[in-house]
């Protein structure tokens, strides 16, 4: 009979190395699934549920003219510490972008949401943002000044005022998101992504047109 071999030992320098590779991996994937979760998802309130609306290919869902639900009272403090209450804008086009200025997608959009809010202000368009998750509420002012944003942001460090949409309703479900408010205070569309400037025009430009 031949004598049984013991197991081959590896070097304990590869077992070390090939742990430390696998550890790395697993980190570098946890902190991508954080900053996803992080910059995706609003905690809030709803889903899209019996809402009514059509969902686009791109990101963008719209709701009929006769279908669209009332925007939920939104008011508070700027981030300049002003009072701001949404329904002082009935009878505009309400543009509200819900933003962090950790988030990167939202830094990206950042320059479309500017343009597209200077070249409309003359056709009855306002932009409103709703600055959230930022608990220092310093690099949310600097964030503004950087980019020149030309409106008003709501601060809203812990999200209380994205619960205030309904569950069922075209409801801000991600960071970023965007809203498009008709002249009569009705939500008429939504983005649940990053917003390019032929994307807001796009848009916009049906609800101007309304009369």
């Not at 990206?108 to 943002?129: I, P, S």
Request: proline letters at 8%; glycine letters at 10%.
């Amino acid at each position: 009979m031949s004598a049984s071999r013991a197991p081959r030992r590896r070097p304990a320098g590869r077992r070390t190395a090939r742990t430390t590779r696998t550890a790395t991996l697993a980190a570098g994937l946890a902190a991508a699934a954080l900053t996803l979760s992080a910059c995706g998802s609003g905690g809030t309130s709803g889903g899209s549920g019996d809402t009514n609306f059509v969902a686009g290919t791109g990101g963008i869902s719209t709701a009929a003219k006769g279908e669209r639900g009332a925007l939920p009272e939104i008011s508070g403090k700027t981030l300049k510490g002003e009072p701001l209450d949404l329904a002082d804008y009935k009878g505009k086009i309400l543009v509200v972008n819900v933003w962090g200025s950790w988030c990167p997608p939202c830094r990206a959009e950042m320059k479309h949401l500017v343009k597209v809010a200077n070249d409309t202000k003359d056709q009855g368009v306002q932009f409103v943002g709703l600055n959230t998750r930022d608990p220092n509420i310093a690099p949310a002012v600097k964030f503004e000044k950087e980019n020149e944003v030309p409106y008003p942001s709501l601060y809203d460090p812990e999200g209380k005022l994205m619960l205030r949409f309904p569950k069922g309703s075209l409801n801000p479900q991600a960071i970023p998101s965007t809203l498009f408010i008709d002249r009569e205070g009705r939500i008429a569309a939504r983005a649940l992504k990053p917003i390019n400037e032929e994307e807001l025009r796009r848009t916009l430009d049906p609800l101007i047109a309304e009369k």
